[in-house]
């Protein structure tokens, strides 16, 4: 049955809508409204992050009584010819399995150059790094939060699912939570096609064996404290 909150967008024919806005809807209605002006259905708040490849901002859904918060990434590269395909059955597949430490995606979109934008559940935290050298997190507590981490994503490679690029930057925490949350889960698969199941899992095992020797390092400089 579809969700009656996920329907194509009548305004882009191609993108996937969340509450009748697709990504574009939201990056057309930013520019176009000034300071202050009327609110559309879902708005965005501030931008969260920028890189050299992508773009990520703080959404809200004023359509819900609470104003739930969302995320909405942007790319800088052209996505693979499938992608949007891809992605549909990607969240197909992760809503069945229903993990509560990966957050939803909800819509997504492709701009007249190719790039993608994806919008998903919001999670408030800060990478897991951070919340360690920061002191807001124990290093004790922060690895069995890796190690919880390594039995959800034992059982996506159960399922067939990876993340494929597990880094600093896409594990979260939130002082005062006993778990992490993945973000953009399985994206990195979607952007390389070419790369197998198998490969993917490798990639997952590597990348908290090198977050694990991260957090250690981030944790011993956290106790040291600044060389004099």
Known sequence: MTD????????????????????????E???????????????IQLPLGSSATSSVWLVRDESSPEGHMLRLKTWRTPAPE??????????????????PRIPRVLASWLDETGC????SEFRQGVPILDAVSSGALDPMCAQGLLSALADVLRAAHALGL????????????????????????GMHAIF????????????????????????????HKASTGPSL
């Open 4 to 27: 009656p909150a996920r329907a194509r967008c009548a305004r882009h024919p191609d993108a996937v809508a969340h509450r009748g806005h697709c990504p574009a809807c939201l990056l």
């Open 162 to 185: 990876a993340h494929g690029s597990i880094a600093g930057g896409n594990v979260i925490v939130r002082t005062g939570d006993e778990a992490a949350d993945l973000l953009d889960f």
């Open 82 to 99: 499938d992608f949007l395909t891809r992605l549909t059955g990607l969240q197909a597949r992760l809503d069945d399995w229903g993990h």
């Open 192 to 219: 390389s096609p070419s790369r197998d199941q198998a490969s993917l899992a490798m990639a997952d095992r590597q990348g908290l064996i090198s977050l694990e020797r991260r957090l250690l390092d981030a944790s």
């Open 29 to 43: 209605h930013a520019l176009a409204i000034p300071a202050g002006g009327e609110a559309s259905i879902l708005t």
């Open 116 to 119: 993608p934008a994806v919008l």
